[in-house]
């Protein structure tokens, strides 16, 4: 089946700083959504992308649909406390297929 | 107004007992979906329906047997529970384009 591969797993950076995560999949997405998850809540859609190429921005936080259609990318930029948390990466196939396989998560950590 | 709401928010039992777990969505989405969460909070779809239709049924134990009375409710039930069963159930649901709104979990406890 499906498999998404993200990194880092886990980030331990100092607020101010940008960060970057990836999700690569072993086969080709026509969606691609970006998930951020706070302890003991269910997962917060961020970002949401549906073109091979795409660069869509929600605040400080900017994410791409790779060309390739395998693989994504979320970068926040000048990180603060309230970034904490587990951001997930989720790609649907398309089509009928309503399946949305989700990566395994990063465990953001941002030190005041 | 919660989009995706889900009851219990917890869960406590023991092995053996049989529960249920209700979800409600009020975005008018066609498609609900139960996805399980596990210790390494790892995010697993279970069952998806569209417009009460069953369309995606992984290998989940047959324990596990969702309802849908109409598009915007998705229960979960579970005979015969296991202490493996112990997982926070998320309820989801979206429409086609795959955006999906989650609710807030419901954190199953088998004791």
């Known amino acids: 089946g499906q498999q998404l591969n993200q990194s880092p797993q886990s980030m331990f950076i100092q607020e101010g700083e940008d960060v970057s995560m990836n999700c690569t999949s072993s086969?080709?997405?026509?969606?691609w959504l970006w998930y951020k998850q706070d302890p003991g809540e269910g997962p917060v859609l961020l970002i949401a992308?549906?073109?091979?190429?795409e660069l869509t921005s929600n605040g400080r936080l900017t994410a791409q649909f790779g060309i390739t259609r395998k693989d994504s990318f979320l970068n926040i930029s000048a990180s603060i406390p309230s970034d904490v948390g587990i951001y997930f990466c989720?790609?649907?196939?398309?089509?009928?297929?309503?399946?949305?396989?989700f990566g395994k998560g990063t465990l953001l950590t941002v030190n005041p | 107004d919660t989009a995706v709401s889900q009851t219990p928010k917890y869960l406590v039992t023991q092995m053996g007992n049989d529960k249920s777990i209700k979800c409600e969505q009020n975005?008018?989405?066609?498609?609900m979906y139960w996805y399980k969460q596990d210790s390494k909070k790892f995010l697993k779809i279970m069952f998806s329906?569209?417009?009460?239709?069953?369309?995606i049924n992984e290998t989940v134990p047959n324990r596990f047997s969702p309802k849908s009375p109409d598009k915007a409710h998705l229960n979960l039930h579970i005979n015969s529970l296991e202490l493996g069963d112990s997982a926070v159930y998320f309820c989801?649901?979206?429409?086609?384009?795959?955006?999906?709104?989650f609710g807030q979990g419901t954190r199953l406890t088998v004791v």
């Open positions: 329906y569209n417009n009460k239709e069953l369309i």
């Open positions: 992308l549906y073109k091979a190429g």
């Open positions: 975005l008018g989405h066609d498609t």
């Open positions: 989801a649901s979206s429409q086609v384009e795959g955006r999906a709104f």
């Open positions: 086969s080709i997405f026509n969606t």
């Open positions: 989720a790609g649907r196939a398309g089509g009928s297929n309503y399946k949305l396989t």
